[in-house]
């Protein structure tokens, strides 16, 4: 039982990084950004060519990874998503075109095989008898932080309340001033940030490979969907019934079916409240 | 314009005579067509073999007069890219012989195919005994198909029984084990088997599951072998992604050793690849250096003095189906199907890993002699040591570190 609450918990944290930035960015700019998990690929990546290649030391290397894959987003909010902005058509084209892109610049760069990122702790903590990979235990205590910092910063700093006010009515905060287009492209920055650092924390119990982006990006949407597209608190309460429904069916029943409890739950949500369990049009 | 009517004239009669008939066939080179996944390690290496020895071959003057020559094409790990690719070869670039193929489930595509064409097709990646079984239903649709490597998955079964039985149970003194194999064709053929001659041997397979080769998160998995209270971890793993599957069970530092066939540990640069947590398993190779025949050593060498790294087990087979199709076409005189096919049924060829001939549904034969099956284990170091069978051994098998001794 204490596994199930543990791993759920890991897997749970994952997810609301992944779905956080997603929605982040949706709520504030209207964007359905389909190389979300492009910067999760990306964050691994960096930190394995940072720790492997360039023998960069495993902290300093998270952070830089962190702090290109975020660069990476805002330059693409800035040469490739600014001037599209006003079709949303167009937008999901031209992230969809940059995952695909980044995906074969990953083939070609590093070719098909999976790549070994370092572990902040690599041998098991024992937890009341359980036995719990370290680095589980440490992706799950970063997650928590991230989040949390975010939250403070949305709600707490005056550029949180600029971005809170543009997720309400970007035209009249630009009115009042708020230069929405900087605004934009720092919460695509953060955006691209938290997947990015999902992507580090992860590497080195999950998988490392070109391919690595899908599964992410479907369940960064899924968990949007389920908790409201825009809302923070929605994908955070949908990621953990997302990440807990997914463990328990792994652990007391078969870990093939996890997959199909992203689509159950989407499919439910559509049918039973199309807007999310949190869903409002306008909410941060 | 009445003076370049002459020249003209020549310079066609010349352009003519250079590209006759007869002469452009005698000097256009035979074509391989090497059907392979080349983005991936297996792939790459079914290519970078089959070129070594076509380049040996075509030092020493080509067969019957002629160079070898090749063309690759992506079969991927799609069926619909392996026809694809088959039909491309066979159709557009009219090759002479296919060889290659990875993946059985896409090599059973491909074969109404090759068959179709009537181009023989020397496979040196797909194991499942089906590959060939449809030679042994209907011999005169699909005689063209010959499997050089690797040995089919009864075989490799066959051999995995020894090592369960002779390592697992009399060494490391284990009888209960469970079985974690991934969803594809090749497993689902090898597993009855293994379970048959496992439970005529007195050990207990206490639990055992076939994954999805997409799957990424095998911790459950691991806990339910834990939980079904198995001594040994037989792992049998193609496709999936066995480094994210070694690393989480090197850090749930399951309470028993592990080993099994696990192709993607067969590469040499795997231990590092996973920061050394391979260190302890035990998984089956085709080939490693090691004077298995006299072969052996400098392909061996050969190949890392070309490539700068070592080869995983396709490129030997890549090597020594085109070096036996080259024996094959000089013995037949030809380069036609017929009689190349009568020539490949009579072969007994000396290979890189042991002698290679053919039962009568064109699957290669194991055994004393033949080819056969290393066991390897990963050891301090990332050092790779063979601990089965007896006679090629290298090593003793230790125990994972967490295991103590």
């Known amino acids: 039982m204490l596994t199930v609450l543990i791993y759920g918990a890991v897997t749970s944290a994952i997810f609301a990084m992944l779905a956080v930035g997603f929605t982040l960015i949706f709520g504030v700019a209207r964007i359905l950004n389909l190389a979300h998990g492009t910067f999760y690929a990306l964050g691994a990546y960096s930190a394995f060519a940072l720790t492997t290649i360039l023998k960069v030391p495993l902290l300093p290397a998270a952070i830089l990874s962190v702090a290109f894959v975020a660069l990476f987003g805002i330059v693409m909010e800035r040469v490739l998503v600014r001037p599209l902005r006003n079709s949303a058509l167009a937008v999901l084209m031209i992230t969809l075109a940059v995952a695909l892109t980044m995906q074969q610049v990953l083939f070609l760069v590093f070719g098909s095989q999976s790549k070994n990122v370092p572990a902040f702790i690599n041998h098991p903590v024992t937890i009341h008898g359980v036995s719990v990979d370290g680095q589980r235990l440490v992706a799950l205590s970063i997650a928590i932080v991230l989040i949390a910092s975010l939250w403070l910063f949305i709600h707490r700093t005056r550029v949180g309340s600029a971005i809170l006010a543009i997720s309400q009515d970007a035209e009249a905060a630009q009115y009042m001033g708020i230069p929405s287009n900087r605004i934009f492209s720092l919460v695509m920055g953060l955006s691209a940030a938290l997947a990015g650092a999902a992507g580090v924390i992860a590497a080195p119990f999950l998988t490392v490979r070109p391919t690595m982006d899908l599964v992410p990006m479907i369940t960064a949407f899924s968990v949007v969907i389920v908790g409201g597209l825009g809302s923070i608190p929605g994908s955070i309460l949908a990621a953990l019934i997302i990440g807990y429904s997914e463990t328990i069916v792994a652990f007391y029943w078969n870990p093939q079916w996890t997959g199909a409890i992203s689509l159950i739950a989407v499919l439910l949500t559509l049918v039973l409240r199309p807007s999310g369990l949190m869903g409002k049009p306008i909410s941060l | ?405």
């Open chain 2, 1 to 405: 314009m009445r003076r370049l009517i002459p020249f003209l004239s020549a310079a066609l009669l010349s352009a003519l005579a250079a590209g006759s008939p007869a002469k452009a066939a005698a000097k256009k080179p035979i074509l391989i067509g090497i059907d392979a996944p080349i983005q991936l390690q297996v792939g790459k290496d079914i290519v970078a073999g089959e070129k070594m020895a076509i380049d040996e071959i075509n030092a020493k003057g080509g067969v019957l007069g002629r160079k070898l020559a090749y063309v690759v094409a992506d079969e991927g790990m799609n069926p619909q890219l392996g026809v694809s690719a088959i039909n491309k070869l066979t159709a557009e670039d009219h090759v002479n012989v296919l060889i290659g193929g990875f993946s059985s489930g896409v090599v059973l595509a491909e074969e109404p195919h090759i068959a179709q064409s009537r181009t023989v097709f020397l496979g040196v990646g797909a194991a499942s005994p089906n590959v060939t079984a449809l030679v042994g239903r209907d011999y005169n649709k699909y005689k063209y198909i010959f499997r050089v490597n690797p040995l089919n998955s009864t075989l490799q079964a066959d051999q995995l029984i020894g090592f369960v039985n002779n390592v697992v149970k009399k060494k490391l003194g284990r009888k209960k084990i469970a079985i974690l194999g991934e969803s594809a064709i090749w497993v689902r053929d090898l597993v009855p088997v293994l379970l048959k001659g496992l439970q005529g041997d007195g050990i207990q397979v206490a639990y055992k599951e076939f994954f999805d080769e997409s799957m990424t998160d095998f911790t459950p998995l691991f806990a339910r072998v834990k939980a079904s209270g198995a001594r040994y971890l037989l792992i049998i793993i193609g496709h999936a992604n066995s480094d994210t599957f070694i690393k989480q069970l090197y850090e749930s530092r399951l309470p028993m050793p592990y080993g099994g066939i696990d192709v993607k540990s067969m590469d040499p640069n795997f231990c590092s690849r996973v920061g050394g947590e391979s260190i302890g398993e035990t998984t089956v190779n085709f080939v490693t250096r090691a004077p298995i025949t006299r072969k052996t050593i400098p392909f061996w060498d050969g190949f890392e003095k070309l490539y700068h790294r070592a080869p995983v087990y396709t490129a030997p087979g890549g090597y020594n189906a085109v070096h036996l199709y080259a024996w094959a076409v000089r013995k037949a005189g030809t380069t036609k199907a017929g009689p190349l096919i009568k020539a490949l049924e009579g072969a007994d060829y000396l290979g890189v890993g042991g002698r290679i001939k053919f039962d009568k549904t064109h699957d290669v034969l194991a055994g004393p002699g033949y080819q056969n099956i290393l066991f390897v284990q990963w050891q301090k170091g990332c050092k790779r040591v063979v601990v089965w069978p007896k006679e090629l051994a290298s090593g003793s098998v230790i125990l994972q570190p967490w295991l103590g001794k």
